[in-house]
């Protein structure tokens, strides 16, 4: 497909845009012998004359600026006027504020331009780190391939990563990968996997889950705090510490999918930590409530692993810098704490989390809908705008460790419950909530009242 396809194949308006000119040298910086030749041969064949479009355009009703490549105009390689066209393109999404959307289809730097084609790299990590200090989001979708430094800069450096079905994906392209490397890693579904790209689109699809992206990370008024959700169960308060920790544990409680179902209009996924990381066990991404954009990261009631947290601060820090509040369900046993999970890095991943809802300058909602087993729970909490639903506990830690710890047998596990102070009202009478959610009753500092 070529570039133009491409644009046509997500939208009907398309307008071109093209840098200011400067003289192309015959034969490249280089000299290369031959090269204005295979420029020539290339401009023949695919009617561009380089392997950037780029250009204004209108995904479903959402303005963005598009960058389509060119992979018939040698390879949609990167050389010194490909640089221009790109670091154009970033540049007029800044000034339009305009998100950016990237096709891409490239096999890396041109070799006939040598490190002049390398630097182009620098350029454009460079005007998408200005576009991204401007507010605005990037998109990119990864056609097939998109290898070498097209892929390390213009592709993985996107906010949202999609990828067409089948797509080879990869640093790394085909004719220099190591003899019996695992050919799936280098595809878009191995890259999902493995949590360096957020979604594998149809291509009947990608209009539509394109115009989605752009409206959801479309921000049109200043961020105001994300509404509490309402809860999804009648449970009433728990009498107990033990009472809590139970009612958190039952197994028919609503959890964190039910929440976001609930909340939400639409919602589209983000998926993991670009670290080779990710857990299925937090769900992250941005939505539709109430029309407005809301970012989230949801625990599902399973212990976190470090990838769920840096997949959470990743989106936490999109949400800060473009503008959009957020909204965290806190439901875990705790942070997981095995060996593998050390050996990932699992302190440094929570003391992210941690980091990420501290430095927010945006509003962060937090409602605990079942456990909250100590500092795993906690890195994903506001630290003044949190609340709590009836059929949830938070903990310093789970009731049976604090026991062990403290050498207490287990027949003290249930009174040492009541002494952590774990329920849901005494959370809000200390201080650490601020409410108690339910369908008839809310339960605040002043007390019971009716909603």
């Not at 639409?266 to 109430?290: E, F, I, K, S």
Request: one cysteine or more.
């Amino acid at each position: 497909m070529s570039a133009r396809e491409a644009i046509a194949a997500v939208t009907a308006r398309f307008t071109e845009h093209r840098p200011a000119a400067r003289p192309v040298v015959p034969d490249g910086p280089l000299g290369w012998s031959g090269y204005a030749e295979s420029r020539a041969r290339a401009a023949e064949r695919t009617g561009e004359e380089e392997s950037v479009l780029y250009g204004r355009a209108v995904v479903g009703d959402r303005e963005c600026v598009l960058v389509a490549f060119e992979f018939g105009f040698l390879g949609g390689s990167l050389g010194g006027h490909t640089g221009d066209r790109l670091e154009a393109a970033y540049a007029l999404a800044g000034e339009l504020r305009l998100p950016l959307v990237s096709l891409v289809a490239t096999g890396g730097s041109r070799m006939q331009e040598g490190m002049i084609a390398l630097i182009q790299l620098q350029r454009v990590a460079r005007a998408s780190a200005l576009l991204r200090a401007a507010g605005q989001a990037q998109i990119s979708v990864l056609r097939d391939p998109a290898t070498g430094g097209g892929w390390a800069t213009v592709g993985a450096g996107a906010d949202v990563v999609l990828a067409l079905p089948g797509a080879q994906i990869g640093f790394a392209g085909s004719r220099v990968r190591p003899a019996g490397a695992d050919p799936y890693a280098y595809t878009a579904e191995g890259q999902l996997a493995a949590g360096q790209i957020d979604a594998v689109v149809a291509p009947d699809d990608l209009p539509g889950v394109l115009s989605r992206w752009l409206t959801v990370l479309t921000v049109t008024s200043p961020a105001r705090a994300a509404p509490v959700p309402g809860a999804l169960s009648d449970t009433g308060l728990p009498a107990t510490g033990w009472a809590a920790v139970e009612q958190a544990r039952a197994t028919a409680r609503p959890r964190a999918e039910a929440y976001l179902d609930a909340y939400f209009e639409h919602r589209m996924p983000l998926n993991g930590d670009r670290c080779g990381g990710r857990d299925p066990g937090l769900l992250c991404g941005v939505g539709l409530h109430a029309g407005r954009p809301v970012a989230y990261a949801a625990q599902c009631g399973t212990a976190t692993r470090p990838a769920g947290y840096r997949t959470a601060a990743r989106v936490i820090r999109l949400a800060d810098r473009l503008g959009l509040p957020v909204l965290t369900l806190v439901d875990t046993p705790g942070a997981a704490n095995d060996a593998e999970a050390e050996r990932a890095g699992a302190g440094a991943a929570i003391a992210d989390a941690f980091a990420a809802v501290a430095a927010a300058r945006v509003p962060v909602t937090t409602l605990v809908i079942g456990e909250g087993g100590s500092g795993g729970a906690l890195a994903l909490a506001a630290p003044d705008n949190t609340h709590v639903t009836a059929d949830s506990y938070f903990s310093v830690i789970a009731p049976e460790l604090a026991a062990a710890i403290l050498k207490r047998g287990p027949d003290e596990v249930r009174s040492t419950a009541d002494q952590l102070r774990l329920r849901p009202q005494d959370l809000v009478e200390l201080g650490v909530a601020r409410s108690v959610v339910g369908h008839v009753g809310h339960v605040g500092p002043e007390g019971p009242t009716t909603r």
